[in-house]
């Protein structure tokens, strides 16, 4: 994605190659008439004012090569320079039409190719002042200009204490005309292309996050049906261990202990075989896993449940939970929400009760609900807020966690239009903010 800085040098750039063939082209025009054996008055004005463009084109190029490669070069004001670049080269046309028959000289339709460049280049403020700008050098040079013979449409120039004609009035009513009309539509495609462009990068970040939840489940998938085989045969010859030695207990009894340990084993081969099948089944969300009408007690209950110190959790439900539903794919769902849950339980050493407050929120496109996640741990820095949600990176100590439960957390949540936030000051704990759609005919 450009940041405006960037985007503001690219145009320098190709400004800077437009006003090249714009000096050629005065060149060559100028040229062309001498040719033609037309005499311009003000000759010297007008090849001052191709020197004054060529010259500042250069200064420009230095000014941009300079400033570009610099560590700082963010900071420098590329949107006043091109302003004011543009200013002087509006400035410079008008100089020479000036100098060249004013209203009369065909060239005056390049004052709309220097307002296009201004919507272009600019922001909207910008291109409205120089809009602005030019309608009052239009009116200028129907007021007073150096007439050039061979270029006679009419106008001429006012004589003191004349009034403007219907002619002067028509001109400058339609030349303002079409000089707004030509600045609301090019600002208002830039507009529109500028959210197009942000909507296709938008789409390419959920189809990036989407490919690496895929690798994700896919990886999962491989692992679970990898490590299936061996820890069943663990499994199996831990269960045949733990007979043999109870059954060799009686006589001796210092192998209690051992059967204690050979239970222990059992159980955390069970444990890890629980974490193979989530980590086989899930993947953001449950595959193959169908979204139904759930109400919020329901899925507060089962996101409870599945926690391995429930007791520390606090829940803060509505009135009437057990008729508000909602729409959403239970297990999916209820995993996103207690990884949630259970980050905030690690996140708290002093073993203080966890806060989930849910409620429904009104809002003008739709109701949401929301859970509110409030720990009192030691909080997060705005660097780690600012990595959250990347996968495989986490706060906790080494072996207490992947760093993949916010990640998949959050791409549940996205999937069912839903939003994560977090709110952490060190020292303070953090706030965990979960908002999904509300169904429109739910009861309030």
């Known amino acids: 994605m450009l940041n405006p800085s960037t985007r503001y040098q690219r145009n320098a750039a190709w400004l800077i190659q437009l006003r090249l063939v714009a000096v050629i082209g005065q060149i060559v025009t100028t040229a062309a008439v001498w040719l033609f054996g037309i005499e311009i008055p003000m000759a010297r004005t007008v090849i001052g004012l191709i020197l004054l463009t060529a010259i500042s084109n250069v200064l420009l190029t230095v000014m941009f090569r300079s400033w570009k490669n610099r560590p700082d070069g963010h900071t420098y004001p590329w949107n006043l320079m091109l302003g004011l670049v543009l200013v002087v080269d509006l400035l410079s046309l008008t100089g020479l039409l000036y100098s060249t028959g ?81 600045v609301y539509f090019m600002t208002r495609l830039t507009g529109e292309l500028a959210e197009h462009q942000q909507a296709v990068r938008e789409a390419e970040a959920v189809q990036a996050r989407s490919e690496k ?12 049906h990898e490590l299936a085989t061996p820890l069943s045969t663990i499994a199996v010859v831990a269960k045949d261990v733990e007979r043999a030695i109870d059954e060799q207990s009686g006589e001796f009894p210092e192998f209690t202990d051992i059967v204690e340990d050979v239970q222990l084993i059992r159980n955390q081969l069970a444990r890890c075989r ?29 996101t409870i449940d599945g926690l391995s110190e429930s007791s520390r959790v606090q ?10 539903t909602i729409l ?63 996968p495989f990176f986490t706060t906790k100590p080494p072996g207490k966690g992947m760093g993949l439960g916010v990640f998949l957390a959050q791409n549940v949540l996205t999937r069912l239009d839903g939003s994560l936030h977090f709110d952490s000051t060190p020292g303070h704990g953090t706030c965990v903010t979960i908002c999904l759609p509300a169904e429109t005919n739910s009861s309030n």
């Open 102 to 182: 004013g209203p009369n000289n065909p060239f005056l339709l390049f004052f709309f190719v220097n307002l296009s460049l201004c919507a272009l280049l600019l922001d909207r403020n910008w291109t409205l002042a120089i809009n602005a700008l030019t309608v009052l050098c239009f009116a200028g040079l129907l007021i007073h200009h150096q007439p050039l013979p061979p270029l006679d449409l009419g106008f001429r120039p006012l004589e003191a204490g004349s009034k403007l004609t219907l002619q002067h009035l028509g001109s400058l009513v339609a030349f303002s005309t079409c000089s707004g009309v030509i």
């Open 213 to 224: 939840i895929e690798a994700l489940g896919t990886l999962a998938a491989g692992a679970a």
């Open 274 to 302: 629980a974490i193979l099948d989530r980590m086989a089944g899930h993947a953001g969300e449950t595959i193959g896993e169908s979204i139904k009408r759930y109400s919020i007690r329901q899925l507060s209950d089962a």
């Open 315 to 324: 829940v803060s439900l509505p009135p009437d939970s057990d008729q508000q």
């Open 328 to 390: 959403a794919p239970l297990d999916g769902l209820t995993q996103a929400l207690r990884c949630l849950i259970q980050n905030a339980i690690d996140a708290d050493p002093s073993q203080q009760a966890v806060l989930v407050r849910i409620f429904r929120e009104p809002k003008a496109s739709g109701d949401v609900w929301k859970w509110e996640i409030r720990d009192k741990g030691i909080g997060m820095s705005a660097e780690q807020l600012g990595r959250v949600s990347e």
